[in-house]
């Protein structure tokens, strides 16, 4: 059914895809590897929730039933405050009154289906997974119909993080890295973990079935307002999902169907840590040059911490900095207070609670209506990324995922293994 191919924009060769995330040809340089879907239409499959978008998804077939969607609808409270005549919100989380099904309640929701998918397609046995707790939660769920081994490996401060709506199936092992470890730090850790047992890295921003996952919002918003936004905004600490509205923004042009305008990208990240806002607002291709304990220092002074990775995919070829460029995108810094007070808001006029980086979303909102950023009869789409958390727990029992091993930043691999092992 699915049908693409793997191109590398660095080399122009189209890469053979054995879960490859890396353009063998252009090495570590290589710049984010892209999928060409052979219909170049959006053609949504008759079928209900996320595999609908099969067709722009990096999957032979379907994966196992997945029925959670973005939901998008127009607002008319939130966007009544503002001043927006056409402002609609892409809603990622939990929801029942409005359909929202995503039981761990983000975006990340859907980017497992199409990385598992593809994993088990290519004959991946062993998955390595870093993940600061919203990635992690989403993966836990996804690979509950997989025969995959999926390694989550956590920052031991997050691990109160791991709170779900179902029972951890026995082929999720979940490792926590300690003394002061970070995101960054896990994610070095588990680069570790593949180098030295052989087993798969999940592959993050690079991984074309996790952005095109993501792009899956942007899609379900055009079913919707049938056009592209003029203008999308959203907290970013990576830019993953970004650089996808943006890759999907094209798809988008190219159909021809969804008018002719580029998509402009308004991106935001938590002061005081905000790296790529600093850089672009330079507009620089580098990312400032901070100690890491500078950065840690900033780190812990704030509210939405999944936007604080250290490393992000900004100067990389086809990554945050292209694609702000190429969107002549804007970032917003977002003051602890501003987001608080933008979460009120949006839960006074929306009526649903959301989480901390999608408050920073909503202030980046309010902030560009406030600087005459946008238009008040443009058509905004505005990426609530996660939410709905507080009422999920009106409906489902909380069940924990315990760490099954803490390891140190520098625990030996082989220790790791036979720890493991001991442990099935
Ligand atoms: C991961 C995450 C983000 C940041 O997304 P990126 O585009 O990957 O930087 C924002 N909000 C929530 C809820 C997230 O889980
Ligand atoms: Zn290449």
Redesign the pocket.
């Known amino acids: 059914m699915g049908s693409y191919e793997l191109i590398c924009p660095g080399c122009g060769r189209v890469v053979e895809d054995s879960y490859t995330n890396l353009c063998p040809n252009c090495g570590s340089g290589s710049p984010l590897l892209r999928t060409k879907y052979e219909d170049a239409r959006l053609l949504p499959l008759n079928v209900e929730g996320f595999w609908k978008f099969l067709p722009w998804l990096p999957c032979g077939i379907s994966g196992p039933k997945f029925n959670g969607m973005t939901v998008v609808y127009e607002s008319e409270h939130l966007a009544a405050e503002l001043g927006l005549k056409n402002l609609h919100i892409a809603f990622n989380g939990y929801w029942p009154e409005r359909n929202a099904n995503l039981i761990t309640c983000?975006?990340?929701e859907l980017e497992a289906p199409p990385t598992l998918q593809r994993a088990q397609e290519k004959g991946v046995l062993n998955m390595v997974l870093p993940s600061a707790g919203?990635t992690a939660r989403a993966f836990i769920n996804g690979v509950r119909t997989y025969d995959i081994k999926l390694y989550v490996v956590i920052p031991y401060n997050y691990k109160h993080k791991l709170v779900l709506p179902f029972e951890v199936t026995k082929n999720v092992k979940v490792i926590a890295v300690n003394n002061g470890a970070d995101y960054s730090d896990s994610i070095a850790f588990a680069t570790r973990m593949t180098k030295e047992l052989g087993w798969v890295n999940e592959g993050g921003a690079r991984n074309v079935a996790r952005r095109d996952g993501l792009g899956t919002v942007l899609l379900e918003a055009v079913l919707h307002t049938k056009k592209i936004p003029k203008h999308y905004f959203?907290?970013?600490?990576?830019?993953?999902?970004?650089i996808a509205a943006w890759e999907a923004s094209k798809r988008l042009l190219a159909d021809g169907r969804f008018g002719e305008q580029p998509m402009k990208l308004h991106l935001s990240q938590n002061h005081p840590f905000t790296p790529m806002v600093d850089a672009w607002n330079k507009n620089l291709k580098e990312l400032p040059k901070e100690t890491e304990a500078q950065q840690k220092e900033a780190i812990v002074a704030v509210y939405a911490q999944?936007?604080t990775n250290r490393n992000p995919p900004y100067s990389i070829g086809g990554g945050m900095y292209d694609a702000l460029t190429a969107s002549n995108g804007v970032m917003y810094s977002i003051s602890n207070d501003e987001a608080l007070s933008a979460g009120k808001l949006f839960e006074k006029t929306e009526g649903i609670d959301i989480?901390p980086?999608?408050c920073v979303a909503v202030a980046s909102l309010k902030k560009a209506t406030e600087e005459g950023g946008v238009a008040t009869d443009d058509l905004i789409l505005l990426n609530i990324?996660?939410g709905g958390g507080e009422r999920l727990e009106e409906d489902y029992d909380m069940h924990r995922a315990h760490p099954d091993l803490v390891c140190d930043r520098d625990t030996d691999m082989q220790d790791l293994k036979n720890a493991l092992e001991d442990h099935p």
């Open positions: 983000t975006f990340k919203n959203q907290a970013v600490g990576s830019g993953t999902g970004g999944v936007l989480v980086a999608s990324t996660g």
